[in-house]
Structure formats: C-alpha cells, structure tokens
C-alpha cells in the first residue's frame, strides 16, 4: 500500500509563492497518476492540477499559468509549485493517488489520499 503525506502548507498575502510536496512511501513501484486537489468549507473538492505516466500535465482554468505540477521520481515526491496567489487559493490542499498511470481530469478516480495541507492567501 502507498501512503502520501503533504508538507509545504502555510499563510501568504496575495501574490506570494509557495510549493507544496507530497511524499509516497510504500508501494511506490507502479506508475500511478498523480493529483493536487483542493476542498474549501464553502466548495467542493476540486482538482487542482494532474500528473500521470503519459500525457501532459493539467490544470484548473483557474490556476494555468500560476501553478505547476511536477514530480521528482527518485524522491517519490509530488510537487505543486503556486506563484501569484490570490485569496481564492485558500483551501485545504490534499496529494491523491489513481490505481492506474492515466490521468482523466476531473474525472479520475484516486483511491489513496494525504491528510492534506492548509494554504491560506491573506488579502
């Protein structure tokens, strides 16, 4: 079994950076696609932005060209780099899993979840 844990998460004004990590320890042999998503009191869980074995990653509209996903394969570690935050960013922020390496955004099914990492954008 794999498990994923978040690190990174913390209180910035607007227009600040941060880079979430995620870490994959256990039975991390397989490729397996790879996501951010975020959930708010207020909203839904929404994804964020996507990584798997093919393809290009993806994103939220709302993020391109603010966000990156990214992952250092050797570390088994999942990054999302977010530049330019805005107050609306603020949300728990949580690292999943799919069983599979192909990803179907917004539609994926990720299986195995972090305990999440608060972000939290001051105006």
């Known amino acids: 079994q794999v498990q994923l844990a978040e690190f990174g998460g913390d209180s910035v004004p607007a227009g600040g950076s941060l880079r979430l990590s995620c870490r994959a320890s256990g039975a991390t042999g397989r490729k397996r696609c790879m996501g951010w998503l975020r959930r708010t009191p207020t909203k839904e869980r929404e994804e964020v932005a996507s990584?798997?074995?093919?393809?290009?990653?993806r994103y939220l509209d709302d993020v391109k060209g603010r966000f990156t996903i990214s992952q250092d394969n050797a570390r088994n570690t999942l990054y999302l780099q977010m530049n330019s935050l805005k107050p609306e960013d603020t949300a728990m922020y949580y690292c999943?899993?799919?069983?599979?390496?192909?990803?179907?955004?917004?539609?994926?099914?990720?299986?195995?979840w972090g305990q999440g990492t608060q972000v939290t954008v001051s105006s």
């Open positions: 999943a899993a799919a069983s599979g390496e192909i990803c179907s955004f917004e539609e994926t099914r990720y299986n195995i």
């Open positions: 990584i798997g074995g093919v393809g290009s990653p």
